[in-house]
């Protein structure tokens, strides 16, 4: 006889099961059509572009994600929600990271297990043998891993309670559910084994260990009573199955998002992650977002992705240093205004910008980018600020009265600073270095930057590139006078008119020269040009100096003869490391150099903490609020007690020589840039 088991096996009428399945399921595709509405107030974006790319990441295998990652735990992006891998999270994600992952894979194991006796009982029998006996043991796993998974997210949420968690309770009603559901079919399949496979096969019970041991301790039931039992109890489970999915429909219960983040995974940004969307300035009526309505429709799917985590928050550099603002509260302000605008309430009469947001929040944001980093399901916060960034600009010509400054400056010198008295050439002189207008033969066009122009300390920066591309014979030229903002601070701080002004102007002459490849020394001018410019035609050859000094050091056009010895610690641009994942070559330039010992600070790499510099904010005066964001990261520098920060931007440099500054630390850290290190190692 083969091992197997009749599904209605003691239950009367399980025709009845069928009618509540089909109402059941008919009230939950009703509830997502009802929300789905909801997100089709938002704006077109199309979010189908690489199709092909999202369904291998939605459905990636496991085995290749280990094989070629390396990553314990590692899952695919959609259904294993692959950022939740425990070897990717920082230590002190390693709990929460383990809690999501039980629940999710128990359930996700328990449903498909579901959908399998269903198959096996209406359409063919396959539940039988060896498959049955290996299946009743990963379902009784499965089980068990949910429960664990529960216990511990109880424990979390209500015993050790970290602020970044705001409990409600629909938290608590979903984490019983689970352990309810669990619990109950345990105990069903406790009892129909005492009932049948422990008098008559008792091999195949231990096959469901869980089940087995609770039949032990009903075996002292008799026939009839297990039998009573067993039908009041799978009674009690299916209706709890049944009333929790009914719950989950009607109040749209937390257990949605095991689909919308799904939804929001596949849907997420594929395009460059250092771009944002450009704004037709011809034929939009509105710039920016004022209203709900104003985002697109993905923005809102966003909104009901977020589980509260509060990843983004304990990422975000301004909350950290007490700014007023959140990622997690922003979502979920602008979730509740979403809410807020059904029919059958309307949109309570609070504006968007200054009641849902504050303003101070919008312009708080460095757009460093570390809050999409860490969402586990691909929520875009940043950008959502952005739109309102821009909406405030543009429509209500609202703007901080520094970043006004730095923006006149910009339309009317073509550059953001508006204190400076150098031109565009006084770091050139002596280093006979020639201008396009003078002689435009030449295969790389050294894009300078206005920091690194117009910046009397980042000068030297510029100074110590030029004369590592002509110490490895590198034909290059400058623009010089021609030479405007690249446009990344107008579009920043949300003037996106004249940011496509600046682009207008920059690429007809770039193209008027023939210019195909630029090496530049700034992050902001490398991510502007590199992944924002071909969205308007553009389409050059953009490398960071980082990038192409490592290039020349592999080649071994540049021979490093001596070191500078001492301690340096690397600070990561978020420009630089999580616009574009330029992590590695920085260190391994700093390696090059002898007598340098490379020491990390705590935050490093895609964890790195922001410099205080993005989004504008070099020409933001910082709200006397909290502690400056710069100071912070200049403390975690010390903290490493290394003699050198090195930088690989000029933001990041400015920001780091004010911060040693204000901790008086002069005497014991400096700032530089690699290119400074490594025009001192080759001299």
């Not at 070897?87 to 709990?95: G, I, Q």
């Not at 309102?388 to 010198?413: C, D, F, H, W």
Request: proline share 3%.
């Amino acid at each position: 006889m083969e091992p197997s088991r009749e599904v209605f096996w003691n239950i009367p009428l399980g025709v009845i099961v069928d009618v509540l399945a089909i109402i059941v399921a008919s009230i939950l595709v009703w509830a997502l059509w009802r929300r789905a509405r909801l997100w089709r107030l938002g704006g077109p974006e199309n979010r189908l572009s690489y199709l092909g790319r999202r369904l291998r990441a939605f459905l990636g295998s496991l085995v290749v994600d280990i094989l070629l990652h390396r990553k314990f735990l590692g899952v695919a992006e959609g259904l294993g929600h692959r950022r939740l891998a425990i070897k990717d999270l920082r230590p002190r994600e390693f709990y929460p990271g383990l809690i999501h992952f039980l629940i999710f894979s128990g359930v996700l194991v328990l449903f498909l297990g579901t959908v399998l006796v269903s198959a096996s009982h209406y359409f063919f029998h396959f539940l039988e043998g060896s498959f049955y006996l290996g299946f009743s043991l990963a379902l009784d796993i499965a089980g068990l891993v949910v429960i664990v998974g529960v216990v511990l997210a109880v424990h979390r949420r209500y015993i050790q309670r970290p602020a970044r968690l705001d409990n409600k309770g629909d938290d608590l009603i979903t984490l019983l559910l689970l352990l309810a559901l669990v619990v109950s079919g345990f105990l069903v399949e406790g009892l129909r084994i005492a009932a049948t496979e422990l008098k008559t096969n008792p091999g195949w019970a231990l096959w469901s260990p869980v089940g087995y041991l609770l039949a032990l301790g009903f075996s002292g039931l008799s026939q009839a009573g297990l039998l009573i039992w067993h039908r009041v109890t799978w009674w009690l489970h299916m209706l709890l199955s049944m009333g929790a999915l009914v719950y989950v429909a009607l109040y749209w219960n937390r257990l949605w998002h095991i689909v919308v983040a799904t939804l929001n995974i596949f849907f997420r940004n594929l395009e460059s992650r250092g771009a944002l969307r450009p704004i037709d300035l011809e034929q939009t009526e509105t710039f920016g977002a004022a209203k709900i309505e104003d985002f697109s429709w993905k923005h809102l799917l966003d909104l009901d992705a977020c589980t509260r985590c509060g990843r983004c928050q304990d990422s975000c550099p301004a909350y950290l240093s007490g700014k007023p603002l959140s990622p997690k509260k922003t979502v979920q302000d602008l979730k509740a205004s979403l809410l807020a605008r059904t029919a059958d309430s309307g949109d309570g009469g609070r504006e968007l910008i200054g009641e849902v947001v504050q303003e101070d929040e919008i312009w708080n944001c460095t757009t460093c980018y570390a809050c999409q980093e860490v969402c586990p399901v691909y929520i875009e916060p940043m950008v959502k600020l952005l739109e309102m960034r821009r909406n405030l600009v543009l429509e209500r010509a609202s703007i901080p009265e520094t970043g006004e400054g730095a923006l006149k400056s910009l339309e009317a010198r073509g550059h953001p600073w508006r204190g400076t008295t150098l031109s565009r050439t006084d770091w050139a002189q002596g280093l006979d270095i020639k201008t396009l207008a003078d002689d435009s033969d030449i295969d790389i066009l050294f894009w300078v930057g206005c920091t690194q122009a117009l910046e009397e300390r980042s000068t030297r920066v510029a100074q110590a590139i030029a004369r590592i591309l002509k110490l490895a014979g590198v034909n290059f030229g400058i623009l010089g006078v021609e030479e405007v903002c690249c446009g990344d601070p107008a579009r920043r701080l949300g003037n996106e008119y004249l940011f496509q002004l600046q682009v207008q102007g920059n690429i007809e002459l770039l193209k008027n020269y023939g210019i195909r490849k630029i090496v530049t020394g700034c992050p902001h001018c490398y991510n502007t040009l590199k992944h924002e410019y071909p969205q308007f035609g553009a389409g050059f050859q953009v490398i960071h100096h980082t990038e192409f000094i490592a290039s020349l050091l592999k080649e071994g056009r540049l021979g490093i003869l001596k070191g500078s010895g001492g301690v340096i610690t690397y600070h990561d641009s978020c420009y630089l490391g999580r616009y574009n994942d330029i992590y590695e070559l920085p260190r391994q330039i700093l390696n090059h150099i002898p007598g340098i010992r490379l020491v990390e600070m705590a935050q490093n790499r895609e964890r790195g903490f922001c410099c205080g510099a993005g989004g504008g904010h070099l020409w933001l005066e910082e709200q006397k609020v909290g502690q400056r964001i710069n100071e912070m990261r200049t403390e975690q520098a010390l903290a490493t007690r290394a003699e050198v920060i090195a930088t690989a931007c000029p933001y990041c440099l400015q920001m780091f020589e004010d911060g040693i500054k204000s901790k008086e630390a002069e005497e014991r850290l400096k700032v530089m840039d690699i290119a400074e290190l490594v025009i001192q190692a080759v001299s």
